[in-house]
């Protein structure tokens, strides 16, 4: 009787932590997102256009999946108990390092030296670095290119010794030495940082501390030959356990710790032009009394704290999330100075996404039409620009310019896009035929009449 009683009961337990997500599901409404994770929708018996939708079970898991009771709470539980008693993450974009150091897994590829670049990709997204300074510089601005550093580039004593460090030239590296064959105005952050005793970035966050953001802004100005009073104290900030670190809270998205942050003593003295919701806005507009020149930077996630600092630095700033970079705001914030910032891992960006600007105009003798040499092109407007981004069927040299033929002039693209054969041409015309023309074995080749295809 009494192992019935313990069978019953046992049963009955089980099934009550089986029903305890559903019941908590329909008592206390579905469970939040944490982080910047998106969630399943609802499911719906019909799809859009009216028919049944036979994977409503399939999004029916889904949506429970995510939106159970207590999700967050059991996630955040499950994270700490395989942190501390097997010394992992549970977390794909979680690296957990020692002493409460968290790294963000996207930087693996470039500690690790995985999945680097090719040639071609590095001199491409090189050159077309140096076709915005051409266009910059065309009109009357300064040019700077520079690059902030993964966590663990400038820590990676903290790293888990499984993650093999590469040595060797890595996409940063390669890159730099392109900009320098290629005359590009460029600043590397990495050894600035590394020379600092001073920890410059967050041990739960994947960004820097706002004393680290303070010591790149200094960089930057120097590089631009701006003759200002250096930002960069430690002893001018103070130190707060305060900041709800990124990396954090993917790992835990209900835990409670904190991270030690830095903040200046003194106030700013930029303003706002408009109101901001937040540093993660897309644009944001600032003005500072006393300091003079026109800012336009192109910026990432380390930008939410760098722009403070740069505020302080012009008479009047725009700093833009765009990607790809819209050059043509140039027209709009009439900017003497335009700098682009990105982070380390997201350097393969330059190589994949072609910017936003009026291609240049080329002096070429054209060749004649090779045999058999052709190209696929669609065409699209932005900004007032027509936007031609194609593929050559044929792999030109690694270090070959591409030349778009339309309207009866001959326009250099960015040889960027999504394999080493693209290209993009932003032009003032529109035209239903181009003919593309690059470098194969030393040769120029010419492509056939592509007929655009609207994208």
């Given at each position: ?27 206390t ?102 076709l ?45 030495d ?41 960089a ?46 003194r ?45 302080e ?10 990607m ?47 045999p ?7 065409r699209?407007e ?21 030349y ?9 693209a960015s ?17 239903d ?13 010419r ?9």
């Open positions: 009787m009494k192992h019935k009683i313990f069978y019953v009961l046992f049963l009955v337990c089980g099934l009550a932590l089986c029903l305890f997500p559903l019941l908590g599901l329909t008592v409404g579905p469970a939040p997102a944490a982080a910047n994770e998106m969630l399943a929708l609802p499911p719906s018996v019909r799809t859009e256009r009216g028919g049944f939708n036979w994977n409503f079970l399939s999004d029916l898991s889904d949506y429970f999946a995510d939106h159970f009771s207590c999700r967050q709470e059991l996630i955040t539980l499950n994270a700490a108990l395989e942190k501390n008693l097997l010394g992992e993450s549970a977390s794909e974009q979680v690296v957990c390092g020692s002493d409460g150091w968290l790294y963000y897994a996207e930087t693996l590829d470039d500690y690790q030296g995985q999945n680097r670049l090719s040639d071609r990709q590095i001199w491409a997204a090189a050159h077309t670095l140096a915005i300074q051409e266009s910059v510089e065309g009109r009357g601005a300064a040019f700077l290119f520079t690059v902030v550093p993964n966590k663990n580039t400038v820590y990676p004593d903290h790293m888990p010794a499984r993650y093999l460090r590469a040595f060797a030239p890595g996409n940063r590296e390669r890159l730099f392109a900009l320098a064959q290629s005359g590009v105005r460029s600043l590397d952050l990495t050894p600035i940082f590394q020379a600092e005793d001073e920890t410059l970035y967050l041990k739960r966050d994947s960004h820097w501390t706002n004393l680290g953001a303070a010591l790149a802004c200094d930057i100005c120097s590089a631009l030959g701006r003759s200002l009073p250096p930002q960069y104290d430690p002893s001018a900030f103070t130190a707060r356990r305060d900041y709800a670190g990124d990396l954090y809270a993917m790992l835990y998205p209900t835990g409670t710790g904190k991270d030690l942050q830095t903040y200046p003593k106030a700013p003295s930029f303003s706002y032009a408009d109101p901001i919701r937040s540093p993660e806005d897309q644009r944001i507009l600032t003005r500072c009394e006393g300091q003079t020149g026109a800012l336009l930077m192109f910026r990432d996630s380390f930008g939410n704290s760098l722009h403070s600092f740069l505020a630095s012009f008479g009047q700033a725009c700093f833009s999330r765009a790809p970079y819209r050059l043509t705001l140039l027209s709009s914030v009439e900017a003497d100075t335009v700098v682009i910032e990105l982070v380390e891992r997201n350097i393969p960006w330059l190589a994949e996404r072609a910017p936003i600007f009026e291609a240049p105009q080329r002096e070429l003798t054209l060749p004649e039409q090779t058999g040499c052709a190209a696929r092109v669609t699209r932005a900004d007032g620009l027509f936007v031609y981004s194609g593929e050559l069927d044929r792999d030109p040299d690694v270090d070959s310019p591409v778009l033929v339309a309207g009866g002039a001959v326009y250099e040889p960027v896009g999504e394999t080493g054969r693209s290209f993009t041409a932003c032009l003032p015309v529109c035209a035929t181009v003919e593309a023309v690059y470098v194969k074995d030393g040769s120029l080749q492509t056939a009449a592509a007929v655009c295809t609207e994208s």
